[in-house]
């Protein structure tokens, strides 16, 4: 039993040098498990890979080449800004960068996987380069405005100042009877007319509503008249006959029974 131990014992103090649970750095990569080899850092190439006995030897990129990272592999060519791909460049190509492109005044990005791109914006949009979209000139004549400069590939078209003034007469076209190509002048009425049509509307709603509400009360006084005139004829019936006396489309009349009596005693006296 005790031999046994001391082999695992032994076997465990060689397994770093064995390879087994090697654990190399973030820029580093192991070599056949038992050495940690270091890579080129950014701005350099690889020149000569680390042996069992030498470290890696790297080498800075040659010009018009760059290394953005750290790795074994060559430097890689720089961009050209091309300006026949309507590029142009902002940051030249460094060791450790490639070169910054943009796009040139009257150009906007063009979509491409394989290379940077811009294409020219068409007749009538503009753009000041770099990642701006072509847009439309502003139209000036639109507005009611005079254009003081027009529109370029690479600027807006600039207007005057907007008038604030409004004339109170326009020249329209409009054909007489028997001619055409007569231009007529409309007047156009200000706020003080307007608002006076709109008193005189006004005015025109009051008089019949005041109209209205005369016949009203006139209908309602005849209609207390003739009740009232009814109410005295009755209350004159009830005077002389001493009974209620019933409503006739003439006026009041007596009662049946009073007139019966009445009849009875002229046939008497007859």
């Not at 006739?248 to 009073?258: A, F, L, V």
């Amino acid at each position: 039993m005790k031999p046994t131990l001391g082999v695992i014992s032994v076997a465990a103090s060689l397994l770093p040098w064995l390879g087994w649970g090697l654990r190399c750095l973030e820029n580093e990569y192991p070599l056949r498990r038992w050495k940690c080899c270091k890579y080129c850092p950014p701005g350099k190439q690889l020149e000569k890979r680390c042996t069992d006995t030498s470290e890696t030897v790297c080498e800075p990129c040659e010009e018009n080449y760059y290394n953005d990272a750290y790795t074994y592999s060559s430097c890689k060519l720089c961009t050209d800004c091309d300006s026949e791909r309507g590029l142009r460049m902002v940051r030249p190509c460094q060791g450790t960068s490639d070169t910054i492109c943009a796009c040139l005044p009257g150009h906007s990005p063009e979509e491409s996987e394989v290379e940077k791109r811009c294409k020219a914006c068409p007749s009538g949009y503009f753009s000041r380069g770099g990642d701006e979209k072509c847009r439309p000139w502003t139209n000036c004549t639109a507005s009611g405005r005079k254009t003081l400069h027009p529109g370029k590939e690479d600027a807006d078209a600039i207007c005057d100042a907007a008038s604030s003034e409004v004339p109170t007469l326009r020249p329209v076209t409009q054909p007489p009877p028997f001619k055409t190509g007569v231009s007529l002048l409309t007047r156009v009425p200000d706020s003080s007319e307007i608002v006076l049509a709109k008193n005189q509307g006004f005015v025109w709603i009051l008089a019949i509503a005041i109209l209205l509400l005369t016949a009203a009360g006139l209908l309602l006084l005849l209609f207390f008249c003739r009740r009232t005139k009814k109410k005295k004829a009755r209350i004159h019936c009830e005077d002389i006959f001493g009974v209620s006396c019933k409503d006739d489309s003439n006026g009041y009349r007596m009662p049946i029974q009073e007139q019966q009596i009445g009849v009875k005693s002229n046939f008497v006296q007859g």
